[in-house]
């Protein structure tokens, strides 16, 4: 089985690209290739596009996985959560390319990035986990209080607003929304951009900047570990 992710680095700038084919479900395979694949931008010193297929960032978890419970539900979970601290706090700057839904943990990863540019269109973006039943994990809420505007964060952790890309952008959820067929070429611009930064100096200034809510996001992992019931 070929991977759902793939790995390009071209000028220092290093392109993750999700794609398995469907939503780009967060399983546990399409989790473990995103680590090889950072681990690769690690050792390579390179600023990171994370980008999905058309039309699709992420639909979040695996929904089989997930409402079957039990340790396999627990450990998809968990490693979903540990890759958005790992994102918070990785050594070079992270530029998401949204190529269209974004939801659940697939809105928590485009949250965790340093920027993030979204295509137009009329896609969804925003945590549904109220509407389809899920009480917000204590991860979740992390993830939304250190980026979503204060107008915005109730509505999105309560009630499952979900936003178009031109709203997600006072929302807090994007930085800037283009034209679907310049995303790539834009991301790519920025990320260039980055690659002139002093990357010791960046990722110190990250962690710094980022104490308190590296701390909550940590306590959040481990306040919803056991949060799924046993299948």
Same mark, same amino acid.
């Given at each position: 089985m070929s991977s759902p992710v793939t790995y390009q680095l071209k000028d220092s700038v290093a392109t993750i &690209?999700?794609?398995?084919?469907?939503? $780009?479900?967060? @399983?546990? &395979?399409?989790?473990?290739?995103? $680590?090889?694949?950072?681990?690769?931008?690690?050792?390579?010193?390179?600023?990171?596009?994370?980008?999905?297929?058309? $039309?699709?960032?992420?639909?979040g978890f695996d929904l089989k996985t997930l409402t079957a419970g039990g340790p396999d539900a627990q450990k998809m979970v968990t490693m979903g959560f540990e890759l958005g601290l790992r994102m918070l706090s990785f050594?070079?700057?992270?530029?998401?390319?949204?190529?269209?839904h974004a939801i659940a943990m697939g809105v928590f990863l485009v949250l965790a990035a340093d920027y993030r540019i979204g295509a137009d269109g009329p896609f969804k973006i925003g945590a549904n986990e109220v509407a389809i039943g899920i009480t917000m994990p204590h991860f979740g809420?992390?993830?939304?209080?250190?980026?979503? #505007?204060?107008a915005h964060f109730n509505r999105a952790v309560i009630f499952s607003e979900m936003y178009s890309p031109s709203d997600a952008v006072p929302a807090g959820f994007l930085d800037r929304v283009v034209p679907a067929s310049e995303l790539q070429n834009e991301a790519q611009k920025f990320a260039t951009i980055l690659t002139k930064l002093n990357m010791t100096v960046h #990722?110190? @200034?990250?962690?710094?900047?980022?104490?308190?809510?590296?701390? #909550?996001?940590?306590a959040a992992i481990e306040a919803d570990k056991g949060m799924l019931a046993p299948a």
């Amino acid at each position: 089985m070929s991977s759902p992710v793939t790995y390009q680095l071209k000028d220092s700038v290093a392109t993750i &690209t999700m794609d398995d084919g469907k939503v $780009n479900v967060m @399983s546990v &395979t399409m989790l473990s290739a995103l $680590n090889d694949a950072l681990d690769r931008a690690v050792a390579d010193r390179a600023v990171v596009v994370l980008t999905g297929r058309p $039309n699709t960032f992420s639909a979040g978890f695996d929904l089989k996985t997930l409402t079957a419970g039990g340790p396999d539900a627990q450990k998809m979970v968990t490693m979903g959560f540990e890759l958005g601290l790992r994102m918070l706090s990785f050594p070079t700057p992270i530029v998401v390319a949204c190529t269209g839904h974004a939801i659940a943990m697939g809105v928590f990863l485009v949250l965790a990035a340093d920027y993030r540019i979204g295509a137009d269109g009329p896609f969804k973006i925003g945590a549904n986990e109220v509407a389809i039943g899920i009480t917000m994990p204590h991860f979740g809420i992390e993830m939304c209080r250190q980026r979503l #505007a204060p107008a915005h964060f109730n509505r999105a952790v309560i009630f499952s607003e979900m936003y178009s890309p031109s709203d997600a952008v006072p929302a807090g959820f994007l930085d800037r929304v283009v034209p679907a067929s310049e995303l790539q070429n834009e991301a790519q611009k920025f990320a260039t951009i980055l690659t002139k930064l002093n990357m010791t100096v960046h #990722a110190a @200034s990250k962690l710094r900047l980022r104490e308190h809510t590296l701390k #909550a996001v940590s306590a959040a992992i481990e306040a919803d570990k056991g949060m799924l019931a046993p299948a």
